[in-house]
């Protein structure tokens, strides 16, 4: 993703879907409503379930769903894709902790599953099995769902977050709740949001990278570990593309094509080969400058290069680095599907990624069906879903 995320994101969607863009444009025919895709756009790993968009912008949730997060109206786990309503006009979309949301095409903006603390950010902390809109105000361009706090970016740049507040990770200066979503701050440049846990991350259009809430880690980046209720600045680069923060680290992307984590690194999760946490600031993986999208899951961390190869780093008891085994790597380590990977996303235990025919392929951990495959059987390699 690029530092004009906000402007870009939604446009990019529909030019996939029209067959133009990215490769294997040719191979991108209309998915049925009904009828499992085979053709996909986005997906989203969360903590153990897994949404995607198909070609014709119908959403589709599996995995766990004690909280009614896929949206399907029940409480019921569902070991394959399915269908979220009937509507064929979604955009973006975000599977969190025990939350999911996610952007239409209209920029409106819809939560669903768990709500102890706010995080649909509706106006009270009642769950809902269905999706349900968050107010009508501001056109929405992307959203991020994290542990129990939601953020989201406007197409004018405006950000807001809600939800739970303990650690400051609604960034607005206070550790009180909030079940509506309130302004972080009043700059109108910012460009992608990440929340994760109690964490939040965010880049702006000018490349500049913030980070807020938990900061227990260092996952935060700011020299330390002291939470903070208000962004603070990860380093003074302004440079940053995109940011992606996991349990407890936090990778991001330079304009340059550069890869940068930083914070918790037990498993390796910081792919600079040795497990000593870093936190004082960002710490480069590798050399190489042609790093395209990260994404950063519970312990581990996965990245595309402009190959487009992809590869994962960290902890590995589940699978979750696709390479065939359950060994954990502090370096990033090729998938046994090396090339072709167009989007990644690394979920708590588990990982989903479109490759460039826009074929869909999580792996990992199943017990809760979030791989998509039909069963709930663990793989520990990339595993086709449809």
């Given at each position: 993703m690029g530092v004009r995320w906000r402007?870009?994101?939604?446009?990019?969607?529909?030019?996939?879907?029209?067959?133009?863009?990215?490769?294997?444009?040719?191979?991108?025919?209309?998915?049925?409503?009904?009828?499992?895709?085979?053709?996909?756009?986005?997906?989203?790993?969360?903590?153990?379930?897994?949404?995607?968009?198909?070609?014709?912008?119908?959403?589709?949730?599996?995995?766990?769903?004690?909280?009614?997060q896929l949206g399907l109206g029940d409480v019921a786990n569902r070991d394959q894709p399915v269908q979220v309503g009937t509507r064929a006009n979604w955009a973006q979309v975000s599977a969190g902790?025990?939350?999911?949301?996610?952007?239409?095409?209209?920029?409106?903006?819809?939560?669903?599953?768990?709500?102890?603390?706010?995080?649909?950010?509706?106006?009270t902390t009642a769950g809902r099995k269905s999706p349900v809109r968050v107010r009508t105000g501001p056109d929405w361009a992307q959203v991020s769902a994290g542990g129990t706090s939601t953020c989201a970016v406007t197409?004018?740049?405006?950000?807001?977050?809600?939800?739970g507040n303990d650690f400051g990770q609604l960034g607005t200066g206070s550790t009180t709740s909030s079940s509506v979503p309130v302004q972080v701050g009043t700059a109108?440049?910012?460009?992608?949001?990440?929340?994760?846990?109690?964490?939040?991350?965010?880049?702006?259009?000018?490349?500049?990278?913030?980070?807020?809430?938990?900061?227990?880690?260092?996952?935060?980046?700011?020299?330390?570990?002291?939470?903070?209720?208000?962004?603070?600045?990860?380093?003074?680069?302004?440079?940053?593309?995109?940011?992606?923060?996991?349990?407890?680290?936090?990778?991001?992307?330079?304009?340059?094509?550069?890869?940068?984590?930083?914070?918790g690194n037990l498993a390796g999760a910081l792919g600079i080969g040795s497990r000593v946490s870093q936190d004082d600031a960002p710490v480069q993986v590798g050399t190489r400058s042609d790093w395209t999208r990260v994404s950063a899951g519970g312990a581990h961390a996965c990245g595309v290069h402009a190959d487009p190869?992809?590869?994962?780093?960290?902890?590995?008891?589940?699978?979750?680095?696709?390479?065939?085994?359950t060994v954990s790597r502090p370096v990033p380590t090729w998938a046994t599907l090396e090339g072709g990977w167009w989007q990644v996303s690394a979920g708590l235990d588990h990982t989903c990624g479109i490759r460039g025919d826009r074929t869909l392929w999580c792996w990992g951990d199943n017990g809760n069906g979030e791989l998509g495959t039909g069963s709930t059987t663990s793989s520990d390699v990339p595993v086709q879903v449809g």
């Amino acid at each position: 993703m690029g530092v004009r995320w906000r402007r870009t994101a939604l446009a990019a969607v529909v030019a996939v879907a029209a067959g133009v863009a990215g490769p294997g444009g040719s191979a991108l025919a209309a998915a049925h409503a009904g009828a499992l895709p085979s053709v996909w756009i986005r997906v989203s790993a969360g903590s153990s379930s897994s949404c995607a968009i198909a070609v014709n912008h119908s959403l589709w949730c599996w995995g766990y769903n004690g909280q009614g997060q896929l949206g399907l109206g029940d409480v019921a786990n569902r070991d394959q894709p399915v269908q979220v309503g009937t509507r064929a006009n979604w955009a973006q979309v975000s599977a969190g902790q025990s939350a999911t949301c996610a952007v239409r095409m209209d920029h409106s903006l819809w939560c669903w599953g768990q709500n102890h603390d706010g995080q649909l950010g509706i106006g009270t902390t009642a769950g809902r099995k269905s999706p349900v809109r968050v107010r009508t105000g501001p056109d929405w361009a992307q959203v991020s769902a994290g542990g129990t706090s939601t953020c989201a970016v406007t197409t004018a740049g405006a950000l807001w977050c809600w939800g739970g507040n303990d650690f400051g990770q609604l960034g607005t200066g206070s550790t009180t709740s909030s079940s509506v979503p309130v302004q972080v701050g009043t700059a109108a440049d910012w460009a992608q949001v990440s929340a994760n846990g109690d964490s939040t991350c965010a880049v702006t259009t000018a490349g500049a990278l913030w980070c807020w809430g938990l900061n227990i880690a260092g996952q935060l980046g700011n020299g330390g570990t002291s939470n903070s209720d208000v962004p603070v600045q990860t380093g003074s680069a302004a440079d940053w593309a995109q940011v992606s923060i996991g349990g407890v680290n936090t990778c991001a992307v330079t304009t340059a094509g550069t890869l940068w984590c930083w914070g918790g690194n037990l498993a390796g999760a910081l792919g600079i080969g040795s497990r000593v946490s870093q936190d004082d600031a960002p710490v480069q993986v590798g050399t190489r400058s042609d790093w395209t999208r990260v994404s950063a899951g519970g312990a581990h961390a996965c990245g595309v290069h402009a190959d487009p190869t992809l590869l994962c780093w960290g902890d590995n008891g589940q699978g979750e680095l696709g390479d065939g085994a359950t060994v954990s790597r502090p370096v990033p380590t090729w998938a046994t599907l090396e090339g072709g990977w167009w989007q990644v996303s690394a979920g708590l235990d588990h990982t989903c990624g479109i490759r460039g025919d826009r074929t869909l392929w999580c792996w990992g951990d199943n017990g809760n069906g979030e791989l998509g495959t039909g069963s709930t059987t663990s793989s520990d390699v990339p595993v086709q879903v449809g």
